[in-house]
């Protein structure tokens, strides 16, 4: 029974310069308990879906498709619903918590707000205790509800925002790049936190980041997206290490293996940017970097399609990808 | 640890990319300024007027408002063909008053920021670059004093006793006057907001590599802080010239003006006096007053316009 | 935090000092022979010049006479006006509500009426709101205010009839009590509103731009996904925010409150300190201008003062630093 739904998903941005196509049609389900991680570059467009998920687009933001929560369209919900669902089953973590945190405030006012926003009835004191309780559960001490942002290590602040995030106990947890902005021993302990509240509260969990390496660890199934569009589907283990896309395959490749001197001698970088979203290239969006090009390519954008077992990718070397022949 | 000096011909052609670089800057600039329409709205109107006080004694005859010529003139005209902004309580033609009146208010508008800005400008720097030393401590008490006089009642007094050169003669009673006095009561503002760009921008990355590949402080300052801080000092500066140009115009008005000359503010002052108010003679105590709106309006416009363009945290964000 | 409230204590007596000394030797710089030149013209005797100098504190060196002038002034008495030779105290104390009235009232309107505008331009940006709100107070912003008060009371004064056309009080009446006091609000609503309209144009500009840098932080984003209104998230983290900028602009420019509206008091006649100021200003009349100059900077300093104050407690970062 899939907990959330999202089927053909589009957002065009509006700008100055005309509409920029950011997400062209994305397809994927989360199950309950599960962690779906989604991979790709800065510009794919990853963060517009977490975006689009708690319907946090900018107004005049151009959005189709349909985001089902237990059945629910998101994106056809009332304002007073929405308002409702969100935090409460619906939550998100974003990266650079200094900017996510409102500098005036203290922190466990932040974290509070939420709480009375979804429990009316709820007492002060009881408020008091739930934030006590949601900073031990991330590491921190209770005593640091009355600190200030700017007061916290980067570390600290980041679970702040995942103690807040859980503050209502959400169904879904879309977690955008929280550890971007984090040295590595601290992004350890954070993943490490991520996992161990995924299984104490059977939490279900959008990843999203540009780091592969870091999906294989907490994602049961990784979902790669290219240009808008998602390019390669499955669990996580397989599609690190047997791609179906070249472009996962390049993504895989960029990071050395350790143990393997030749990839730590040799890594292999894709050349070329990622295609300008206003002028995007006929056909497969990924043929001019592509090394396993071929000239149907650049007429044919392929679809995802079934690659194995619970995998799909949108490649025209997949065996059961249908082009021209 | 001092730089090798590089070949003659290096230099020469490290400065004409600098020089391309720096026009290219500035045709950038100009499209981007190009589309604020408000900004361009007050550009073409400035333009408009300066246009105006420069060629004012081609439009409009002094003559016109000489107390001697008119005497036979008839008074409080309204509008009319030979008149078209009327006439005065002495049969002067207002409108050759409000073209002339133009001079006043722009040069002494300008040169007052130019000086205040100037002041301003060394001011902020130099508390800047060395903030946290007692040179910065000393300057800045100097700053909040400045901020600290009531500047508009010191305008008054020191216009209204100055009047013998003073200041190794350049400052001479009449525009002169003035000109100082608005000039050393408005700089305080601009010292401020420069000082805490310079405070920022030193304290970025880039300056501290600059420093660990042994740049002295004039290299500092020349190429990392001021190309960071021009853009401000301009933006603020044609922010400053509406502040100026109220002021000279609220002393004219005063009647603390140089009384040898037209300005908008004199022209106000003379219409009260005259008893525009009781007659509603509004041909005489609108125009000098829509002047005054028009030129300080064009420069806020033109300042919003580059602040918005110069300062990257206002742009408009691009997703 | 305490310390360092009582440090910014320290510079602003600090500051009082300087004032004291620069107001004392401007004035006796700038006019070094005021008995002089009040009885120009006038043949006064030795004794007779003697006599008036020592009554306005002019004799001895100055060191002697600043030092007299500080002691007299910590005693509050701030000598006699050259004009009627009343004591200044009594002049400015006569002279001090008016202006206080007039432009205290106008501020707190301005500000009001200008931070709301601007919140309303801004969060509207750039939708025909916030080009209604920007153009108005921008015009606004430009004109100068006694052009503004010369229109008004064409308009209002003398076509509509409305309001008085200057003074406190009317000439002719002998109302008593609150009669009385209600038309002093009516001689005050035209200059009132000519202040008004004069101040919250730079109000609503800068909330404007203060709003619209804050908007496009992600903590707001954070405050929807939440599940706050838009208002609320507009007024509990935004304008919070936003406010900073503002409440030092509001803080500063009371301290300009009395020395603020010269040109209005003017045109309407209004006898308060600005026109005091003005009057004085053609004497000079010394002890009236080194009073009043006084007073205008002590309360700039002070407003200094409880804006720094303000600011610390609204912006936590600048406290714990």
């Not at chain 1, 070329?272 to 979203?277: E, L, T």
């Not at chain 2, 600039?29 to 604020?36: I, M």
Request: net charge neutral; glycine share 8%; aromatic share 8%.
């Amino acid at each position: 029974m899939t907990l959330l739904s999202v089927e053909e998903l589009a957002v065009a941005y509006r700008t100055s310069q005309g509409t920029v196509p950011a997400v062209r049609g994305a397809t994927f389900t989360l199950d309950p308990g599960e962690t779906l991680g989604i991979a790709g570059e800065s510009g794919c467009g990853k963060s517009t879906i977490a975006n689009a998920m708690m319907r946090l687009l900018p107004d005049g933001t151009a959005v189709s498709g349909r985001i089902l929560l237990d059945g629910e369209d998101i994106l056809t919900m009332k304002p007073g619903r929405l308002r409702a669902v969100r935090w409460s089953e619906l939550a998100i973590v974003f990266q650079g918590a200094l900017h996510a945190l409102n500098p005036v405030r203290r922190v466990g006012w932040q974290i509070g707000e939420a709480i009375e926003l979804h429990e009316r009835a709820i007492s002060a004191a009881a408020v008091r205790a739930r934030i006590a309780s949601l900073l031990e559960r991330v590491g921190l001490p209770a005593e640091r509800a009355d600190d200030y942002p700017h007061q916290l290590s980067g570390g600290q602040r980041q679970r702040v925002l995942i103690a807040m995030a859980l503050a209502c106990n959400p169904s879904v947890l879309i977690a955008d790049e929280p550890t971007t902005a984090l040295d590595v021993m601290v992004q350890a302990q954070v993943l490490e936190l991520l996992q161990e509240l995924r299984f104490a509260h059977d939490l279900s969990m959008i990843f999203i980041t540009h780091d592969l390496s870091l999906l294989t660890y907490v994602c049961e199934r990784i979902a790669v997206m290219y240009a808008g569009r998602i390019v390669e589907e499955g669990p996580s283990h397989e599609v690190f290490e047997s791609p179906a896309h070249p472009y996962t395959a390049a993504l895989a490749a960029a990071f050395p293996t350790i143990g393997d001197r030749a990839s730590r001698m040799a890594p292999s970088g894709l050349a070329g940017d990622p295609p300008d979203p206003m002028d995007l290239p006929s056909g497969c969006a990924f043929a001019p970097r592509c090394p396993l090009v071929e000239d149907r390519c650049r007429t044919f954008d392929v679809q995802l399609t079934d690659a194995g077992d619970a995998r799909r990718a949108a490649c025209i070397h997949v065996p059961a990808a249908t082009g021209p022949r | 640890m001092t730089a090798t000096t590089s070949p003659p011909t290096e230099r020469l052609a490290s400065r004409r990319i600098a020089w391309i670089r720096r026009r290219r800057a500035l045709a950038d600039l100009w499209r981007r300024f190009r589309r604020d329409r408000p900004g361009l709205f007050g550009l073409v109107v400035l333009t408009l007027i300066v246009f105006m006080a420069v060629a004012a004694p081609l439009i409009a005859d002094p003559a016109r408002f000489d107390l001697l010529a008119v005497r036979d003139i008839e008074e409080w005209q309204s509008p009319n063909s030979s008149h078209w902004f009327g006439t005065d309580d002495n049969g002067r033609d207002v409108f050759a008053m409000f073209v002339h009146g133009s001079r006043v208010s722009l040069l002494v508008g300008l040169t007052a920021a130019a000086i205040a800005i100037v002041i301003g400008s060394l001011f902020g720097l130099t508390s800047g670059y060395t903030a946290g030393s007692w040179l910065d401590r000393v300057l800045n008490r100097v700053t909040e004093w400045f901020l600290v006089i009531p500047f508009l009642p010191l305008a008054i007094v020191l216009v209204s006793v100055l009047d013998e050169p003073t200041l190794f003669g350049l400052i001479k009673p009449g525009l002169g006057v003035i000109v100082f006095v608005i000039g050393i009561t408005s700089w305080p503002g601009t010292a401020r907001v420069i000082r805490a760009q310079v405070m920022s921008v030193k304290e970025r990355l880039y300056v501290d590599r600059a420093r660990a590949l042994g740049a002295n402080d004039r290299h500092v300052i020349t190429r990392h802080i001021l190309p960071n801080v021009t853009g401000l000092i301009v933006a603020n500066a044609t922010l400053t010239v509406p502040i100026t140009i109220l002021t000279e115009s609220t002393l004219s008005f005063l009647g603390l003006g140089d009384p040898t000359r037209q300005s908008w503010g004199r022209i106000l002052n003379e219409a009260k006096q005259a008893g525009a108010i009781t007659r509603n003679a509004w041909w005489y105590y609108l125009p000098a007053g829509i002047g005054i709106l028009l030129v300080v309006l064009a420069f806020t416009l033109i300042g919003q316009a580059l602040e918005t363009i110069l300062n990257p945290k206002l742009r408009e964000r691009e997703s | 935090m305490l310390t360092l409230i009582l440090r910014r204590l320290m510079a602003g007596v600090v500051m009082i000092l300087f004032v004291l000394s620069f107001n004392f030797f401007l004035f006796r710089v700038v006019e070094s022979d005021p008995v002089g030149s009040l009885y120009r013209g006038r043949n006064i005797s030795a004794e007779q010049r003697e006599r008036i100098q020592e009554r306005y504190g002019l004799n001895g060196s100055k060191p002697e006479q600043f030092v007299k002038y500080v002691r007299e002034m910590a005693r509050g008495n701030f000598g006699y006006s050259y004009a009627n030779n009343r004591p200044v105290s009594t002049l400015i104390r006569e002279k001090l509500w008016p202006t206080l009235w007039l432009v205290g009232i106008s501020t707190l309107l301005s500000t009001l009426l200008g931070t709301i505008i601007g919140i309303w331009s801004a969060w509207h940006r750039g939708s025909w709101r916030d080009y209604l709100g920007t153009g108005t107070t921008m015009l606004l912003y430009a004109m100068p205010d006694f052009w503004l008060a010369m229109i008004v009371l064409v308009w209002f004064g003398r076509e509509m009839g409305w309001f008085p056309l200057g003074g406190l009080e009317d000439p002719s009446s002998d109302a008593v009590g609150l009669t009385k006091l209600l038309e002093n609000i009516h001689h005050l609503v035209l200059p009132g509103l000519v202040l008004t309209l004069s101040y919250l144009g730079e109000y609503a500009l800068v909330m404007r731009s203060s709003l619209i840098e804050v908007m496009g932080e992600d903590y707001l984003t954070v405050a929807r996904a939440k599940g706050l209104r838009d208002k609320f998230v507009r007024s509990r983290h935004a304008v919070r925010n936003a406010m900073l900028p503002v409440i030092t602009l509001i803080t500063l420019n009371f301290g300009f409150v009395l020395g603020g509206a010269i040109a209005v008091e003017s045109i309407f006649s209004i006898p308060g300190l600005g026109n005091a100021t003005l009057a004085a200003s053609k004497g000079p009349d010394l002890p009236m201008l080194q009073a009043l100059f006084l007073l205008f900077s002590v309360s700039v300093i002070v407003m200094n003062i409880v804006a720094e104050i303000l600011y610390m407690y609204f912006d936590p970062r600048v406290r714990t630093r």
